[in-house]
């Protein structure tokens, strides 16, 4: 049998769920989940993916608004997508979405296009403006353990000197693997 499930949710413990909880129940919802968490991501919220893993194929999702669920395009692109292929329709009470009627599927379709120009869109600023900094001379990764001077002078140790590797490594305080690395970089 399907039942209508209530999701709510605030970002702050000191606000209040007892509006959204009123929705909820007045539209009918049997139970509900609720939460004070923050939205940005819903790994991060317990009670929402208990509400997921709880739906059953013709059971209807519903929140009072979008935002309740998902903070950005993408997020909710992914989380129609999980529900389309349980088989559970959204209701959202303040925005009138229904994805069980064509309208509503249209909604989210344009939904999940724009998410995934969203995502094309900042990954080719993102492309860019790596591009970019290269070009500037901006360097990417980790800031090298030793410096030229200090790969030379370990040089020196091995090979003149004969010193083993733990020990050059704990003359300059860094890793064994750092020192093998130095000896790599000249070759």
């Known amino acids: 049998m399907s039942e209508?499930?209530?999701?709510?949710?605030?970002?702050?413990q000191g606000q209040s769920l007892a509006v959204q909880d009123e929705k909820l129940k007045a539209f009918g919802c049997t139970r509900i989940y609720?939460?004070?968490k923050s939205g940005r991501q819903?790994?991060?919220?317990p009670q929402f993916q208990a509400c997921l893993?709880?739906?059953?194929?013709?059971?209807?999702?519903?929140i009072s608004r979008l935002d309740r669920m998902a903070r950005?395009?993408?997020?909710?692109?992914?989380?129609?997508?999980?529900?389309?292929?349980?088989?559970?329709?959204?209701?959202?009470?303040?925005?009138?979405?229904?994805?069980?009627?064509?309208?509503?599927?249209?909604?989210?379709?344009?939904?999940g296009a724009f998410a995934?120009?969203?995502?094309d869109i900042r990954a080719e600023r993102q492309s860019d403006g790596i591009a970019k900094?290269?070009?500037?001379?901006?360097?990417?990764?980790?800031k090298r353990a030793l410096s030229p001077e200090q790969?030379?002078?370990?040089?020196?140790?091995?090979?003149?000197?004969k010193l083993s590797v733990l020990d050059i490594a704990k003359r300059f305080n860094c890793g064994v693997a750092t020192v093998y690395r130095s000896f790599a970089s000249t070759t």
Request: proline share 0%; net charge positive; with cysteine.
């Open 34 to 36: 609720a939460e004070k």
């Open 151 to 161: 790969v030379e002078r370990i040089h020196v140790l091995r090979n003149q000197e």
């Open 133 to 142: 900094a290269k070009a500037s001379g901006v360097k990417f990764g980790r």
């Open 116 to 119: 995934e120009f969203e995502c």
């Open 42 to 45: 819903q790994d991060n919220r």
């Open 4 to 12: 209508a499930v209530g999701y709510a949710r605030v970002s702050s």
């Open 72 to 111: 950005s395009v993408l997020d909710l692109a992914k989380i129609a997508d999980v529900l389309k292929r349980k088989g559970v329709t959204l209701k959202v009470i303040d925005q009138a979405i229904d994805t069980s009627t064509s309208e509503g599927k249209l909604m989210f379709s344009l939904l």
């Open 53 to 62: 893993e709880f739906l059953r194929e013709g059971d209807t999702l519903v």
